[in-house]
């Protein structure tokens, strides 16, 4: 039975054989999967990566970038969202006056 | 269609905190920089220099003078009624 320290689900567990053939247990940290772009799935940058408890307990300024959408688009796509809103919007108004 | 960049052009911010903002270009600073404002009270955009990447223009055009004061702006722009209710800066009420 492991000890007490170890019977945590939030540790891997790695089964490595020693040259004397015994097999020893290796225990790892579960690494946080980072920050992710809704649309291009690219990685979020100003946005810490670490357990949810400790992100909550940081000041809203450094959880996420202060942008629309901050922590939730990059940069990139928020730009092409705005530039075909206000493409789409420019043509819904060329055809009015045309 | 590739609108002009020039003064008084209404454009919106691509980048930044103020993304997604109307503001109007009041000067040519050179060949990638504008001076941009909102003004600030009118859409939240303070009156500072821009790239011209950060900015997506409008087929609106304003007549107001080079480096024209925000007061003046904002008259422009609420005569020319481009402003939809959202674009507008709620007011906050202090308590």
Not at chain 1, 47 to 67: A, C, D, Q, W, Y
């Amino acid at each position: 039975m492991p000890a007490p320290r170890y019977r945590s689900r939030s540790l891997k567990r790695r089964f490595i054989r020693t040259p004397g053939g015994r097999t020893v247990v290796h225990y790892k940290k579960k690494r946080h999967s980072y920050a992710k772009c809704a649309v291009c799935k690219g990685r979020l940058n100003a946005v810490p990566t670490g357990p949810r408890v400790e992100i909550r307990k940081l000041p809203k300024s450094m959880r996420r970038p202060n942008r629309p959408y901050g922590g939730y688009l990059c940069p990139k796509c928020l730009r092409e969202k705005i530039k075909s809103e206000v493409i789409s919007e420019g043509l819904h108004i060329l055809e009015i006056q045309s | 269609m590739a609108y002009l960049l020039g003064v008084g052009r209404v454009c919106v911010k691509t980048a930044g905190r103020e993304a997604g903002r109307k503001c109007v270009i009041v000067k040519v600073i050179d060949k990638n920089y504008r001076l941009v404002t909102g003004p600030p009270e009118l859409t939240g955009v303070r009156r500072r220099k821009c790239n011209i990447k950060h900015l997506e223009p409008l087929p609106y055009v304003l007549d107001i003078g080079e480096d024209a004061s925000d007061e003046e702006v904002a008259k422009k722009l609420l005569e020319a009624n481009i402003l939809s209710e959202q674009d507008l800066v709620k007011k906050q009420v202090k308590p």
